[in-house]
């Protein structure tokens, strides 16, 4: 049974300055989201209230249909697993593993299983461990909580590029075993966008795109050509280039078929936007609304 | 693996298309399932739920409840007009305006066909 999230006008302020504003969002229980955002948008004071680490200051928020809030019977079915993995750095990795069966699901043997396979001693203690082989523990104990909400905040930092990629592929195929919703936030978009069936950017503390990874797919275009026949198309750009007498364009929407064919006609090349790029077209702060 | 420029879904269907179209899959052959893909190909399996679920709307593939899905029976002729189709779209368009951007005359074109279609008999 994996947990839906129902987020309804929820403002958290820290103090006087609101991390989050008025957010609404809904997560359907099974998929994978990547929640995406700049530094200090408000992607981990989110996650922190999806897991009930915080109160929101006010509006609602409900995990698997009920608020989250001193709520022990769902609260130990979410898994949030932050960056350093929030150990006890006297303890051994042994002792971490044992220290995750006080949730009702944790999967021990998995969880033995992984350390094994991403080789992690056991015997180590945890403040004697490098800073990517901690992401892997923390990275091992989110996969064998075996939650139905299960969401990692950075947890690839100091993990190298393969053991991001085995990584990325445990947490597939775990997902695939056992259905369950899982938010994955991360600043390396490009690497995880395969994974994804939806997207959600948050910038200043709100809500700024919500659609599936295809919409933002779809979303965007370059269009590089003579400038003339460039600026003849009349799109609205979200950024622009010259060389010469060259100009590159980006736009934010999908180009229509009329628009791919005069743009052909003109010898415009029409290529595709990475979600990444997409992403820091979208959240820059010098351009007004969305 | 895949190029951005298309979404993923629509990629794994034509290549789907492709694989029938040079016999590959076998029409009433079993085509590998949701999981499977996604596993391979390291994506979302809603992706690749996506790319059945438009091959099954197209005609392309059937569905057996608790058993997998399969190649229709006339899946190929089906796929043969939209590849023709398709080819003068994707390939001949751009060939003709890239010809003519580079000032290449289409008789040129066509010889140079001519001697590759002798080529290969």
């Not at chain 1, 928020?61 to 079915?77: C, D, K, L, Y």
């Not at chain 2, 693996?1 to 590959?24: C, L, V």
């Not at chain 2, 996604?38 to 608790?66: C, H, M, S």
């Not at chain 2, 190929?76 to 189709?85: Q, S, V």
Request: proline letters at 4%.
């Amino acid at each position: 049974m994996s947990f839906t999230v129902n987020l309804r006008n929820v403002t958290l302020k820290y103090g006087a300055e609101a991390a989050l504003a008025d957010v609404d969002l809904d997560l359907e229980a099974g998929k994978i989201y990547g929640l995406l955002g700049r530094n200090g948008a408000g992607k981990t004071s989110l996650l922190s209230l999806l897991a009930a680490f915080r109160r929101p200051t006010s509006g609602e928020v409900r995990v698997g249909g009920e608020p989250v809030w001193e709520n022990a019977p769902i609260v130990s079915r979410v898994a949030l697993i932050r960056e350093g993995g929030d150990f006890d750095d006297s303890e051994t990795v042994k002792a971490v593993i044992e220290t995750g069966q006080i949730r009702p699901s944790f999967d021990t043997d998995y969880a033995y299983k992984l350390a094994d396979k991403f080789e992690v001693p056991l015997k180590k203690r945890v403040s004697a461990l490098s800073r990517g082989k901690r992401s892997v523990l923390a990275a091992v104990c989110g996969l064998a909580a075996r939650a139905e909400l299960t969401m990692f905040d950075e947890v690839h930092l100091g993990m190298d590029a393969p053991t991001r990629d085995a990584f990325y592929k445990e947490l597939l195929a775990e997902y695939m075993e056992r259905p369950h919703t899982v938010v994955l936030s991360t600043h390396l978009i490009d690497e995880v966008a395969n994974y994804l069936e939806e997207v959600i950017i948050v910038d200043r503390g709100r809500i700024l795109r919500h659609a599936d990874i295809e919409a933002f797919q779809g979303m965007g275009a370059t269009l590089t050509g003579p400038a003339d026949a460039v600026d003849a198309l009349g799109l609205a750009a979200l950024a622009e280039q010259r060389l010469g007498g060259t100009k590159s364009i980006t736009v934010a929407d999908a180009l229509d078929k009329s628009v791919r064919e005069r743009a052909a006609a003109a010898g415009i090349e029409i290529g595709p936007v990475g979600l990444q790029d997409l992403f820091i077209h979208l959240t820059d702060p010098n351009r007004n609304g969305a | 693996m895949f190029d951005d420029g298309t979404p993923i879904y629509r990629q794994i269907a034509d290549q789907i298309k492709a694989e029938i179209m040079n016999g590959s899959l076998e029409p009433g052959g079993k085509v590998m399932s949701t999981n499977q893909y996604a596993a391979f190909y390291q994506i979302n399996p809603a992706t690749a739920q996506k790319a059945f679920r438009e091959l099954v709307d197209e005609g392309v593939l059937y569905k057996q409840r608790g058993v997998g899905m399969f190649v229709a029976d006339d899946a190929r002729d089906r796929l043969a007009a939209d590849f023709r189709d398709r080819f003068f779209e994707r390939v001949l368009a751009p060939l003709v305006r890239e010809a003519r951007q580079a000032g290449i005359p289409l008789t040129d074109i066509i010889d140079y066909l001519k001697a590759q279609e002798g080529a290969l008999q």
